[in-house]
């Protein structure tokens, strides 16, 4: 072939291939269509549905004067003349929040927005401006409902938490630094997220679209202009955004809100299991079929859990429909469900597959210690993967008795530390065999190079650790 028709074959491919793209944005429920007045790819069309529901938030409240020691009030009477006022100063906030029910003037946002706020003043797109009042907050999962009283609002669609995947074209809307109805874009960048604070119920959708202070309570949209998540959070040494930011997953969302509009508050559930997540070492030594979902530690007596059969070594794979891949994913479903009701759960037990129907209990969130992820020493002792043991002191008043033995010591970057193992930790069993003492201990881990999963009691709570 010449190469002039060569390259003149290759241009027309290229223009079909450009045209059947754009076609194929028009065609599709995309955020880009086509401005034929200016020949260019836009979401404002999009952008013009989402924004009137985002709102800008302002609150003001009242922070208290720190409290000083008479020692500190005197050197400041001495260097400064005087002392300090020690009057209350007014605080004021910046947040977002997205309307989820127009017609009952419901807005979302998060619960650190409008933390001990005296006022809550809400600005919308078009430039009104409404008194909120809070009709209830969850700190656990960091979000807030708060009502307005207005008439032609705005309100987006809430998609299926279950529909979101990895690297699904996302929108970001909110107000950061006070700039208000500010729109990034990005993708889903991960499902599942934990941010690392350790607390509250976290099932976090990363994304790399921009958000930085002030986005927090802002709305995370897909592609049809439909609520997929609540921003919330960032990963940042600066401050700012670095590529890193979390939202609260609308199964969350609407899971908290019908509680806060039934009650004012979260009332949480309890089936009385620890649980804990499957490492590859722990599927090793204690030789399960799988690495997806929570493996329970402990049955609690007396339990909605015992009733329904569970024991220790269980797998719960789901729970009230909903797949469970690790023990965050269990801790979330039980704890975010009507207390009182019976749900479907199913676990594995020895690689078969039991279903069963289960109570969830109302827990005291001052006394919640199920359903969470979980010393007058005898001479005799034995060093064991870098963790000093002995039988258990008799002075020990232990919740699960006195067989076992003792952790007194754990070098610094041993494989014991590594695993997880601390000073006063009391192992119970072996690769599910008990231990009824030091002997016994070293019976069943002599010769064996590993992997051993050790039944761990810590604080009267049993979880596994896995050390090879």
């Known amino acids: 072939m010449p190469k002039k028709l060569l390259i003149t074959t290759l241009l ?46 302002n609150v003001r409240s009242t922070a208290k004067a720190p409290k000083l020691s008479n020692r500190n009030e ?45 006022e809550i003043i809400v600005t919308l797109k078009d430039k009104r401006q409404l008194e909120a009042e809070i009709v209830g907050t969850d700190k656990k999962t960091d979000i807030a409902l708060i009502k307005v009283s207005a008439k032609k609002l705005a309100e ?24 208000s109805h500010s729109v990034t874009a990005g993708i889903v960048s991960a499902l599942g997220r934990d941010n690392g604070s350790g607390d509250g119920y976290q099932d976090f959708i990363q994304t790399d679209a921009s ?31 670095q590529g890193i930011g979390f939202a609260v997953p609308t199964n969350i969302v609407q899971a908290v809100m019908r509680q806060l509009v039934s009650y004012g508050e979260v009332r949480r559930g309890r089936i009385g299991v620890l649980i804990g997540d ?15 979902g929570a493996l ?14 569970l024991k220790r070594d269980d797998i719960i794979i789901s729970f009230n429909g909903g797949a469970i891949k690790d023990a965050s994913d269990i801790r979330n479903a039980v704890g975010l469900v009507e207390p009182g009701e019976r749900y479907t759960i199913t676990y594995l037990r020895d690689g078969r597959k039991i ?31 870098g963790a000093t043991l002995t ?33 006063g930790d009391v192992i119970r069993s072996v690769n599910r065999k008990d231990v009824q003492d030091l002997a016994s201990f070293n019976k069943l881990t002599k010769g064996e190079g590993g992997p051993f999963a050790l039944s761990v009691e810590r604080n009267g709570s049993t979880f596994y650790v896995a050390i090879k």
């Open 12 to 57: 027309i491919g290229c223009l079909i291939s450009q045209e059947g793209y754009s076609q194929s944005l028009l065609n599709s429920n995309s955020a880009m269509s086509m401005d034929s007045e200016r020949g260019v790819l836009s979401m404002a069309p999009l952008l013009d549905r989402i924004t009137p529901a985002v709102v800008s938030i």
């Open 74 to 118: 005197e050197l400041l009477e001495r260097f400064f003349g005087g002392r300090m006022p020690n009057e209350p100063r007014e605080k004021r906030g910046l947040g977002s929040g997205v309307i989820v029910n127009a017609s009952e003037g419901l807005i979302i946002t998060n619960a650190h927005v409008i933390e001990d706020a005296d």
């Open 156 to 179: 987006l669609q809430i998609a299926k938490a279950s529909d979101v995947k990895v690297g699904d074209y996302v929108i970001a809307v909110g107000n950061p630094f006070g700039l």
């Open 211 to 241: 958000i930085n202070p002030g986005n927090s309570g802002g709305a995370l949209v897909n592609s049809k202009g439909e609520l997929i998540g609540i921003n919330s959070a960032i990963i940042s040494r600066s401050g700012g955004n």
């Open 278 to 292: 499957i490492t590859p070492t722990l599927k090793e030594a204690l030789e399960l079929t799988t690495l997806d």
């Open 296 to 309: 329970v530690s402990q049955v609690v007596e007396n339990s909605p859990a015992e009733r329904a059969g």
């Open 355 to 385: 279903k069963r129907r289960i109570e969830v209990e109302a827990v005291d969130e001052n006394e919640e210690q199920s359903d969470s992820l979980a010393m007058n020493n005898s001479p005799e002792s034995k060093t064991f993967s």
């Open 391 to 423: 039988n258990i002191p008799t002075d020990l008043n232990l919740r699960g008795g006195s067989e076992g033995v003792y952790v007194s010591a754990v070098e610094i970057s041993s494989k014991a530390q590594r695993a997880g193992l601390v000073k």
